[in-house]
T-cell receptor, first 112, second 114 residues
Framework: KQEVTQIPAALSVPEGENLVLNCSFT??????LQWFRQDPGKGLTSLLL?????REQTSGRLNASLDKSSGRSTLYIAASQPGDSATYLC???????????FGTGTLLAVQP | DTGVSQDPRHKITKRGQNVTFRCDPI?????LYWYRQTLGQGPEFLTY????????KSRLLSDRFSAERPKGSFSTLEIQRTEQGDSAMYLC????????????FGQGTRLTVV
């Protein structure tokens, strides 16, 4: 059974700092991994999608990496801003199920 | 492309009442998913459709829950005889028909059972 873990559960950083969020998964047989952002009381906004054959994806100040063999992904946020404050969720899709399996998220607070 | 739309955004109901939520996926997305999220947790899978066919249901989906996607477009999720433990955010997502595509989520329906 696929399990997804995110570390740390919460993170507080001063504005301008670069930071890394971690995601690990137990079954490496995945189609892809997706990072989402969730603001309080809102739905999920897709940030980056990494296919199983890819090593990384970049969008603006965000860079996500994938090491399928070790079951790990990282989300790197450069030059953090207060507007980046949110919960960040990673999810893997794989096997016969076609469903996304989520971690519990990292709550990020960027202090001005 | 107007994104995934969910209605209502908020629902307060008394215990024992039935509620129904609607999800309109991105047009031409033939996969549609329902998830439930409680405070401080990641979304948990409930069920998914490929076109009008319901292909998988989670054990979380008790007999009081039913989902439909009658014409392969919008979907409804009904909860009968609501319980306080049903209070959660109900999220809908859609994607194209192959396993490698990006999933897009709606804004969710926040259900409060009092």
């Amino acid at each position: 059974k696929q399990e997804v873990t995110q570390i740390p559960a919460a993170l507080s950083v001063p504005e301008g700092e670069n930071l890394v969020l971690n995601c690990s998964f137990t079954d490496s047989a995945i189609y892809n991994l997706q990072w989402f952002r969730q603001d309080p009381g809102k739905g999920l906004t897709s940030l980056l999608l990494i296919q199983s054959s890819q090593r990384e994806q970049t969008s603006g100040r965000l860079n996500a990496s994938l090491d399928k063999s070790s079951g790990r992904s990282t989300l790197y946020i450069a030059a953090s801003q207060p507007g980046d404050s949110a919960t960040y969720l990673c999810a893997v899709r794989g096997g016969a199920t076609n469903k996304l399996i989520f971690g519990t998220g990292t709550l990020l607070a960027v202090q001005p | 492309d107007t994104g995934v739309s969910q209605d209502p955004r908020h629902k307060i109901t008394k215990r024992g009442q039935n509620v129904t939520f609607r999800c309109d996926p991105i047009s031409e997305h033939n996969r549609l998913y329902w998830y439930r999220q409680t405070l401080g947790q990641g979304p948990e899978f409930l069920t998914y459709f490929q076109n009008e066919a319901q292909l998988e249901k989670s054990r979380l989906l008790s007999d009081r829950f039913s989902a439909e996607r009658p014409k392969g477009s919008f979907s409804t999720l009904e909860i009968q005889r609501t319980e306080q433990g049903d209070s959660a955010m109900y999220l809908c997502a859609s994607s194209r028909g192959d396993g490698a595509t990006e999933a897009f989520f709606g804004q969710g329906t926040r259900l409060t059972v009092v």
